[in-house]
């Protein structure tokens, strides 16, 4: 087999933004509905109101969905236990937290949560401003009040801020509550999931019956990790996924996205912002010019 090149899978959020996409690819800057490109993905995105079944999944360039390709073939492209983004938010989102996998499989049914890891890749400003993680333990009947009063000032500043820049790495585990602030183009590497748990709905277009993932507060507030959270830069040796700069097989599934310059990659022409899925039977493939990539894998099975 041979890297696959992935058409561009932009996707509907809540939220607006996306011009840093269209800037890394060279294309009209326009900031939107669609602040977001998935990429390798093999899960549909969540978007309540919308009747949108193939929303947020991956074609190949040449036609067929990957989802379809990698179940014809399992055994070629590797488990798919990983999904990337780019995410380019224009206005500040929302208090939320992303269930672990124990809580995601007893709860909904799924082998997976939504750890995550964002690496900054340009700012629209000299730095853009993330939170991350309580700056101190809070009870759980506390912040279970914030919610139901939608308290959002006390929701935000609960969180630890941080400044990023250019080249920072963000290591999000699952349970802890975040939010990300504008003006950063992310790539986000996560479980494969599009599981939200929302706090903070007041003058966000959510419906506060959207937030809860249909748990009721009650329980999804047991996926939150309400203790004290020391921030820190940096990708820490996880179980979940890993990147660097490599432009070969991994010998498991990986997604392959080319950051600046251009060249060819197994043949075919490649600038800034196009993406390949790279299947586990990938064979060694060649490489001219010079241009730059992260590669990012899914954790060892």
Not at 10 to 16: A, P
Not at 67 to 93: A, F, H, S, Y
Request: hydrophobic share 40%.
């Amino acid at each position: 087999m041979r890297p696959e090149r992935l058409r561009p899978t932009r996707v509907y959020r809540f939220y607006r933004g996306g011009a840093l996409i269209d800037r890394l690819r060279g294309e009209p800057e326009q900031d939107n509905e669609y602040p977001e490109d998935w990429l390798g993905s093999v899960v549909a995105a969540s978007n309540p109101g919308r009747d949108e079944p193939f929303a947020g999944l991956s074609r190949l360039e040449r036609g067929p969905l990957l989802r379809d390709e990698i179940r014809k073939q399992p055994e070629l492209w590797g488990t798919p236990n990983l999904l990337v983004k780019l995410l380019d938010p224009v206005e500040r989102l929302p208090v939320h937290a992303h269930p672990d996998r124990d809580f995601a499989l007893h709860e909904l049914g799924s082998d997976y949560g939504k750890t995550e890891a964002w690496i900054v890749l340009a700012t629209r400003a000299a730095q853009a401003e993330v939170w991350l993680g309580l700056r101190e333990r809070l009870p759980r009947e506390q912040y279970r009040a914030w919610i139901d009063e939608q308290n959002t000032d006390a929701l935000l500043e609960s969180l630890n801020s941080l400044a990023v820049r250019t080249g920072d790495v963000i290591f999000v585990p699952a349970g802890v509550p975040h939010a990300i602030g504008a003006g950063a183009l992310l790539v986000e590497l996560q479980e494969p999931s599009d599981f939200s748990i929302i706090c903070e709905w007041r003058g966000f277009p959510i419906a506060p019956e959207d937030s809860h993932l249909g748990l009721g507060w009650d329980r999804a507030l047991e996926a939150l990790n309400l203790d004290a959270y020391e921030p820190a830069l940096g990708m820490p040796d996880n179980e979940f996924f890993s990147i660097d700069d490599r432009v070969e097989p991994a010998g498991r599934f990986g997604v392959l996205l080319v950051l600046e310059g251009e060249g060819e990659l197994a043949g075919e022409h490649v600038r800034a912002g196009d993406a390949f899925v790279l299947p586990a039977a990938c064979e060694p493939f060649e490489t001219r010019g010079t241009f730059t990539v992260i590669r990012c894998l899914g954790g060892d099975l």
